[in-house]
């Protein structure tokens, strides 16, 4: 199993665009987690899922923001519009009936100017 | 509030030395928590967690719940420990894992 996948590694773009991030989890996985890395904040949790069902949203940030799983091996989480603060390394991780130990993808750096 | 403090951002130390990095935690329920590393360029990745009570790389933690710490030690560093380090918490079902802010550690030669 390649673990968790994550695409694009990096984005770019300008503000107001549209952005699409995916993810792929691990293959037998039944939660999907969604979480966003800032100098400032540090490792918070946006969404997490289970069984394609989201649990618990409390930590996206605003109307800006949806995730969605359609299936069991894909997830996009979306921001729009974006703006310059959304800049930040955007995770994926997945676990085996969400007992603790989650494994994580590789990020993907965003940078919105 | 449940939240998960590192009191270090780096912490720095010589091949050799001992090294304790810092957790400490505040929850109502029963914790579940872990250690989570990232080395440059990998992926972060669980360390060790509190219930399977092991050595990792030599690394150990215990879990002290009447100060609410969970700091992570080993007796003498190598410069291959340098890596950022995160503690996190698990509340409730699905394991859903509040971090804290990261130490990075920095074994010098």
């Known amino acids: 199993d390649a673990g968790v996948i994550q695409s694009p590694r990096h984005e770019v773009t300008e503000m107001g665009q549209e952005v699409t991030l995916r993810c792929k989890p691990i293959s037998g996985h039944d939660y999907l987690f969604w979480y966003r890395q800032t100098m400032m904040r540090g490792l918070e949790l946006l969404i997490y899922?289970?069984?394609?069902?989201?649990?618990?949203d409390s930590g996206m940030p605003e109307d800006r923001f949806s995730a969605k799983m359609p299936n069991a091996s894909f997830s996009t989480l979306k921001i729009q519009p974006s703006e310059p603060r959304d800049s930040a390394v955007y995770f994926c991780?997945?676990?085996?009936?969400?007992?603790?130990?989650?494994?994580f993808g590789p990020g993907t750096r965003l940078t919105v100017t | 509030a449940q939240r998960v403090t590192q009191p270090e951002k780096l912490l720095s130390v010589f091949k050799g030395a001992p090294v304790e990095l810092k957790c400490n935690y505040s929850y109502s329920g029963s914790p579940e928590l872990f250690w989570y590393v990232q080395y440059s360029r990998q992926r972060l990745q669980l360390l060790l967690r509190?219930?399977s009570r092991e050595s990792i790389k030599g690394f150990t933690a215990d879990l002290n719940k009447g100060e609410t710490s969970f700091h992570l030690k080993k007796p003498f560093a190598q410069e291959e420990d340098s890596a950022m380090y995160y503690c996190?918490?698990?509340?409730?079902?699905?394991?859903?894992?509040?971090f804290g802010q990261g130490t990075e550690l920095s074994v010098k030669p």
């Open positions: 991780a997945s676990s085996l009936r969400g007992l603790g130990e989650q494994y």
């Open positions: 899922f289970n069984n394609n069902v989201p649990i618990d």
């Open positions: 996190a918490l698990a509340m409730g079902q699905g394991g859903k894992l509040i």
């Open positions: 509190h219930i």
